[in-house]
């Protein structure tokens, strides 16, 4: 892989340009992973690809292979894996909640204690997911409460 | 989401754990009755001086059952939907049967004595009742802290 850095008075705004002769799923991979520090993310639905505001996002999902975009009405795929979303997303505001998920707190309704020291988080969207009880420690510190 | 999976050895330490306390209850029992009560239950066959090799069995069976119960009723392994006040009223009644069975297939009282039953019902729901209000005032108090802290954190938010 060639890159060319190129730095110039001339330039007034940042730009990145990338040239390959297909996109390949490692190129859409470094396109999100620059698109997030724009707070945004390109994601999927059927074929079509959008950008999607961080703030959307109610949590992220990851089954087997594939990564779930979730937000309040619809459900995106996404070429980036959990702890790429981990390292990019911003930390105040998303926290992971089990080994394949990671949860917008923002977007929490309400939260209540489960079985086994986990933690039931229903969501704006009425939606209900559960931090496991390992991580569930981790949100009791972010919260303040231990 | 999974329960954590456990292994052979985590299921061992539960059983013994629960079977150390068990016995340390009736070692208090047969040391405080033990002597005044010989004769009257499998558990007082030494007096105050032992418990028999035989009881040690039986309570570890016991704990093999609040074991085994516990972990179909207190996890989400095998019952994913299910309120926590459900669960501990079913985990109980289980165990009350248990402890029932026992009591009748190694004598640990005499099966005719109603005053020993009535005993025995009234201290073990005393004693559930006990655990399942103290559980629930304990998960109410943390679901208000968490939501409290959960408002906070947003009000935080908005003023960023």
Known sequence: ?146 | MMEEKKNVFDYISEIFATFGIITGIFMILVLVVGDQALGYSSFFEYGKQALSITTLFQLLGLSFIISVCKNILLTDRWIKQMSMLIRNILFFLAITVAIILFVILFKWFPLFDLLAWIGFIVSFAFCCALAIVVSKIRENSENRKMEQALDKFKGKERDL
């Not at chain 1, 707070?39 to 990851?62: F, G, H, S, W």
């Not at chain 1, 070429?79 to 979303?85: R, T």
């Open chain 1, 1 to 146: 892989m060639k890159i060319e850095i190129d730095i110039d008075e001339k330039y007034t705004d940042l730009g990145v340009k990338v040239t390959a002769p297909d996109l390949t799923p490692d190129i859409e991979r470094i396109i999100s992973l620059m698109r997030m520090m724009d707070m945004q993310i390109p994601v999927k639905r059927d074929d079509e690809t959008i950008l999607l505001d961080v703030d959307e996002i109610l949590y992220i999902e990851a089954v087997e292979r594939n990564t779930f975009v979730y937000t309040k009405d619809s459900t995106y795929e996404s070429a980036l894996k959990l702890y790429e979303f981990e390292q990019q997303l911003p930390e105040k505001d998303f926290i992971r909640i089990s080994k394949q998920s990671i949860l917008n707190l923002r977007k929490v309704k309400s939260l209540k204690t489960d079985i086994n020291r986990k933690i039931r988080a229903t969501l704006l969207n009425g939606e209900q997911i559960v931090v496991s009880r390992t991580y569930a420690e981790d949100l009791r510190k972010r919260l303040g409460i231990k």
